[in-house]
Structures are given as structure tokens and as C-alpha cells.
T-cell receptor, first 112, second 111 residues
Framework: GNSVTQMEGPVTLSEEAFLTINCTYT??????LFWYVQYPGEGLQLLLK?????DKGSNKGFEATYRKETTSFHLEKGSVQVSDSAVYFCALSDGGSYIPTFGRGTSLIVHP | DAGITQSPRHKVTETGTPVTLRCHQTENHRYMYWYRQDPGHGLRLIHY???????DKGEVSDGYSVSRSKTEDFLLTLESATSSQTSVYFCAMGNTDNEQFFGPGTRLTVL
């Protein structure tokens, strides 16, 4: 079956540091890949997505590239802010079922 | 313009009582989902729906039932609440691009 593995958290950074959150996946076929963000006390929000190999999704300074050869979709941001503190979820969807598979989530804490 | 709402947002109940959580969407999306989120377990799918009166079980469906009589409403019922069902419950709707849009969550405490 499908699976998504994320790095364990929390990730703790100082403001303006570079961020990488690793995500690898196992899937049959050619899934779409997503990053969602959950701010404290809220539901998940779609952050970015990529639908085919070598696609780069980007939003709010975050980027992730769909790497089929390494089955990865790592999230990056060049300079994090305190307001980026949240839990980040990597997910995949196999187009045939509309049932997504989520990773466990990675907590990011950014200090001033 | 939330698009998807949940009610109630908070509920405290006693073991053995029935509880119904409501999810309402205004986007006319076909797909809807109920998840629970617990520390150490991430998000777990309880039930999902492909359309009106078309529902199926997720990975943690025991003790839960759902109903979808209208496109916009998806109800989750705990027939007889137990302390292990204390959790934060999220409803989501999905589009044909496999994107999911989540409600704000319901925090349920079973005493």
C-alpha cells in the first residue's frame, strides 16, 4: 500500500534560518504529492502540491520538488519566520481512489 | 467564506452517551472525510463519502457511524462514547484534483 514518511520533529530554528523537512513516499503508480500546514488550534491547509515528476510546487516562500528517482518531496524555505511555526504534513493521493495518505506531521518551532 | 464548518467546536460528554458531530460545506464537493487527530498518531481516517448516501469505512471506524443525506452535510455519530474517543475531529472535503480542505475541528472530551 501507499505510505509517507516524514522526519521526526520538532524542528527548532532561529528566525531567518534555512528550513528543510524531509518527506519520502511509497506508492504504486504516479501519485500527486502535497504539503499541508496546520497552525495551532486550526485545521490543515493546503500549502503546495506537485502532480508529476520534476514539478516544483511553491507558495508563501516554501518550495518542494517531486523527485521520482528518490521518491521524495522535501519541503524547503530559504528564510523562516516566527509565523511559520506550525505542524507540516506531507501527503500523497493516488488519483484512482481519492483517499489520501498522510505522514505523521513535523512540528516546526521558529524562535525570534 | 470558510467553505466548510464544523459544529460544535467543543463538546464534553459522558461515557455511554451518543454524540453527533456535524460538518457542513458550501462548495458542492463530492468527497467528504472524517478524521481524528491524536498525539503520536497523526491523522487517522474514520469514514469517508463519495456522494450522497455513498459512504465507506476508514482505518479506525469501530464505534463510529456516518450519514450523508445531502451533498453539503456529513454527520459523524459516536453511538456510545468511550474515553478512547476523546480526540480532535476534523472534517474535510476533497475536489477532483485530490486537494483536501479541512474544517476548523471539534475538540471532544469523553469523561
Amino acid at each position: 500500500g501507499n505510505s509517507v514518511t516524514q522526519m521526526e520533529g520538532p524542528v527548532t530554528l532561529s528566525e531567518e534560518a534555512f528550513l528543510t523537512i524531509n518527506c519520502t513516499y511509497t506508492a504504486t503508480g504516479y501519485p500527486s504529492l502535497f504539503w499541508y500546514v496546520q497552525y495551532p488550534g486550526e485545521g490543515l491547509q493546503l500549502l503546495l502540491k506537485a502532480t508529476k515528476a520534476d514539478d516544483k510546487g511553491s507558495n508563501k516562500g516554501f518550495e518542494a520538488t517531486y523527485r521520482k528517482e528518490t521518491t521524495s518531496f522535501h519541503l524547503e524555505k530559504g528564510s523562516v519566520q516566527v509565523s511559520d511555526s506550525a505542524v507540516y504534513f506531507c501527503a500523497l493521493s493516488d488519483g484512482g481512489s481519492y483517499i489520501p495518505t498522510f505522514g505523521r506531521g513535523t512540528s516546526l518551532i521558529v524562535h525570534p | 467564506d470558510a467553505g466548510i464548518t464544523q459544529s460544535p467546536r467543543h463538546k464534553v460528554t459522558e461515557t455511554g452517551t451518543p454524540v453527533t458531530l456535524r460538518c457542513h460545506q458550501t462548495e458542492n464537493h463530492r468527497y467528504m472525510y472524517w478524521y481524528r487527530q491524536d498525539p503520536g498518531h497523526g491523522l487517522r481516517l474514520i469514514h469517508y463519502s463519495y456522494g450522497v448516501k455513498d459512504t465507506d469505512k476508514g482505518e479506525v471506524s469501530d464505534g463510529y457511524s456516518v450519514s450523508r443525506s445531502k451533498t453539503e452535510d456529513f454527520l459523524l455519530t459516536l453511538e456510545s462514547a468511550t474515553s478512547s474517543q476523546t480526540s480532535v475531529y476534523f472534517c474535510a472535503m476533497g475536489n477532483t484534483d485530490n486537494e483536501q480542505f479541512f474544517g476548523p475541528g471539534t475538540r471532544l472530551t469523553v469523561l
